[in-house]
């Protein structure tokens, strides 16, 4: 099906869908309808976008949440941040991904798995860096390298290197402390944690 005809689809269930289903992604032919972005992914893609913002080079900026179009592959994504030039923030429709610099994803809480097809979809735009967030367990994974393929055949990255919270870490020419992210509380919590490294 033609990309323009599964936005139209995407766009009219999302006019029809529940409060609570606040936008979509398009990878292929498949519509991902997804909820409302929970606050501990919030806090978490906010502190990592602030921390980028502060190392950006003039004409640079972190951005929250924009979706990323690729026509052409008929994938639209919309990362937790993406850092690209200012310029390219004000062009009609999807930010064309051949304009950013990094694109990172922030694992959901409890009861939620991160969408692997997301890392596949964003080494086939072409997107330089990679970033996965993931306060369920405490780790970031940073890819590069967008010209790989997996065992599947899928467009992946060709490097990976793995952190803790609390390492700093290397993202290209940036650096990111993960001590500033916090873990999701583990799956067993009936109350809030009072560790202060886990959410309330």
């Known amino acids: 099906m033609e990309y ?9 269930l999302h006019r029809h869908a529940p409060d609570a289903a606040k936008r979509f992604e398009i990878s292929g ?21 602030r921390q980028l913002d502060r190392q ?8 929250n949440w924009g979706g990323v179009e690729d026509v052409a592959l008929g994938i639209l994504r919309r990362p937790a941040v993406i850092v690209l030039p200012e310029a390219a923030m004000g062009g009609p429709g999807g930010i064309d991904p051949r304009d950013l610099a990094l694109a990172a994803d922030i694992v959901p809480p409890l009861g939620q798995v991160h969408d692997r097809q997301k890392m596949y979809d964003s080494a086939a735009m072409g997107i330089p860096l990679y970033v996965l967030v993931n ?16 065992s599947e055949g899928q467009r992946c990255y060709l490097t990976r290197h793995d952190y803790v919270f609390g390492d700093k870490v290397s993202v290209g020419p940036w650096t990111v402390d993960t001590s500033e992210f916090r873990t999701h509380p583990p799956p067993d919590a009936a109350s809030p944690n009072p560790n202060p490294r886990y959410f309330p």
Do not use: K, Q
């Open 4 to 12: 323009a005809r599964v936005l139209a689809i995407a766009e009219e």
């Open 56 to 63: 950006l080079s003039e004409g640079w900026v972190a951005h």
């Open 29 to 49: 032919n498949s519509i991902i309808m997804t909820v409302s972005i929970p606050r501990r992914c919030g806090y978490t893609a906010f502190m990592l976008r």
């Open 135 to 150: 306060p369920r367990n405490g780790t970031t994974a940073v890819m590069s390298g967008p010209r790989g393929t997996d």
